[in-house]
């Protein structure tokens, strides 16, 4: 017979377990971490075995039943296609689960809390089926009794036979070599860690060695109870070694060896640590963790040789010689959701959800809450607000059983341990706790060297000597550690700041404003800075609720105009609002940075189609600026600009061209003919005459500025595509459709590549090539382009963008009678 092993990814022991029992009754078997390769196609390898199976074995579980899971496909199918052959489903219950009630009726005998041949005798019997009346007739119930003694010396006979492999116990059943450190009965989630750890360390070769890496609190240690636990059953030997205090290794070990028999107890340390090498080289079935570890080169010199399991857990970088090296992630945000939840009864979903994102999925700090939760009865909401206000303070309180310390006194040693090791170190840290909890470039401090004081200062200019003050940041587990820089997560910034009195934090504060400053990628109209200015708006945008100082508001200004040349308009306007109400507070509503914030308010209006919300922002800085700085100043023309622009947009063309020409010819004496300010006037002058009906005109304009920009900044700028589309849509207007189709093409391709899919620009010239191919006939080129750019326009503009009822419009005239648009 041939049986298909269904299980969940958690029960994996189990399930290996129930294979070898099987295949030892003389079946085949199809378990799929026995059989199936990495690359393989799950779902066809699924399908084949599930067609091939004569029998699905079912081992029922609560996480068997999560809605997740392929499990539930498998046993299914396996109900579905009873009728059209003998294959049957066969439940079997590994521990107590609650059952769908399509299954409930279906005999699931249990496997656990009973003895091994028990559970193999029951498991051989549910997959052989009923066994029949026998050969021979049964007893007569009134007949002789058979003593007791008989009765048990038959039994153990019977399981003698019975249990005639080698192969892994039930699982549930230590070794007798055994100190792991009791198991988590909270401890959710991780099966795709933990199976991926099961299956590397079966590989062999020097996949045994597996090294657990990350930051602090995110679960390492844990991770690696879990999996003793869980495959105990494999083991004949399974020893936990602190490795933190690697004196102590030694000891560890030696009192290994002792356990197993291997030596007397008060052999020497040396000897005995020997004894047990000797040992271990020639048996497989043993497991060494040794959690904490520091120093790589260090605990090599006590990796033993031999065809067991070794485990390691390092905060520290620097392992890929010795093992494969696993990297330990946050929870994932339904692990973070299931552990409060379990914990703190009566939590819903939105709340464990909101919970889960302020403490940014760390494992420790959510085991934390959830203990204060459960023990206080504390509302979410409360434990929000204190997490706000006092970080420090309350990830200081509620220490999980399963952790060693709370987070903030996890994250308080480790700073005095770098503080007295690498000064340095500490300072840099402390600066990266002002930030933000993105990947910190290290460029980011070399450019600002003489702005970070001693002894940091110094560090900074050599390239190496930074490298090494980064790598003794990492040995601690405080930030991750990459090529690039280093990142920290947002609740051990936050106990970090919170360990410092406030003079010290406006210190560190003044510091990262002169950073970021220094920092400025350039103009953000030059697609060439936007890489930079994506890596440095999240540390940016902590400046934001501080008070900057002059240079930092200016970059942060820089910043908003970034997101809305970049595409994200509405990113760009929530910054924009956020530095208005803040600056209208601090810097009062007639400051110069105050004044231009308002401006890029009206600028993320107008890009979404609010023109009169615009034009009001824009007026008022106008008004402003004139009374303020004069007509001709900088940022009077650029509400001008503004003003008039919206005018236009909102259908009063005939003042919005007055004001422009008057815009155009301040900037012209002002700034000269060929400055970007200047062409962007001509630009809006030209539009307004074609509004106007004077389409030569607005032609002529157009491609004169097209021809400056490509002069003056390149044929990809964003600029210049944008005087290609201008110009491209006059072709159309005065009838050349054939030359606006060909310019539009360039453009659209030009635009694809420098701005992305979905820049609102871009979507703008796919819609208008759209019309071009209607216009010339080509209604199939037509259908499938406005097709395409449809859903993206409501993405990213919305359904009350005026370019989408254009859209619309357009798909209505060209698409087949029987498909029509859906709106």
Known sequence: MHVFVSHAGRDRAWAEWAGWQIMSAGHSVSLDTWDWAAGDNFVVRMRDALENADCVLALFSSAYFEAHRYTTAEWSAALLHDEQRSRRLVPVRIEDANVPSLLRPLIAPALFGMPEDRARETLLGAVGGPVGPGDRPPHFPGGPAVSASAASASASASAASAVTVSGPRLPGVLPGTWNVPPRNPSFVGRDGMLIRLREQLLAGGTARIQVLHGIGGVGKTQLLVEYSHRFANDYDLAWWIRADQPELIGEQLAASAAEAGVTGAEAETRLAVRALGRHLRTTGRWLLVFDNAEDADELRTWLPDGPGHVLISSRTPGWPEVGHVMEVELFARRESVALLRRQVSGMTKPDADRLAAALADLPLAVAQAAAILAETGMPVAEYLDLLETEAARILDDGRPVSYPASLAAAVALSMARLEAQEPAGSQLLRLCAFL?????????????????????????????????????????????????????HPLVQAVVRGQLAEPRQAEFRRIIHRVLAVARPGRPDDPATWHPWARLLPHLLVAVASDADDDTRAVLLEACRYLLVRG?????????????????????????????????????????????????????????????????????????????????????????????????????????????????????????????????????????????YREILGESHPDTLRAAHNLAEDLRLLGRTDDARQLEERTLAERREVLGEDHPDTLRSALHLAEDQLLLGNTTAAHELAGQTLPRLRKVLGDDDPDMARCLALLAEVSPPDHPVAH
Do not use: C
């Open 436 to 488: 933000g909890a993105a990947p910190i470039p290290l460029t980011l401090f070399s450019a600002a060297a003489n702005k970070l004081g001693e002894p940091l200062s110094a560090i900074v200019r050599e390239r190496r000597a930074l490298r090494i003050v980064v790598g003794n940041v990492g040995r601690f587990g405080l930030a991750r550690v990459d090529q690039e820089g280093l990142q920290l």
């Open 568 to 708: 994200d308009t509405q990113a760009g306007l929530d910054l924009a609002r956020q530095l208005v109400d803040d600056w209208r507070t601090r810097l009062g509503p007639e400051h110069p940075h105050t004044l231009t914030a308002a401006v890029r308010v009206g600028h993320g209006l107008s890009h979404l189609g609010r023109y009169a919300e615009a034009l009001g922002y824009y007026e008022n800085v106008m008004v402003t600026s004139d009374r303020l700085f004069g007509s001709d100043h900088p940022d009077t023309l650029h509400a001008a600009n503004g003003v008039a622009v919206n005018l236009r947009l909102l259908g009063s063309a005939d003042a919005a061209r007055t004001l422009n020409e008057e815009t155009l010819s301040r900037r012209r004496h002002v700034l000269g003919e060929h400055h970007i300010d200047t062409l962007l006037s001509a630009t809006n002058l030209a539009a307004d005459l074609r509004v106007l009906g004077d389409l030569a005109a607005a032609m002529e304009l157009h491609d004169k500025t097209f021809r400056r």
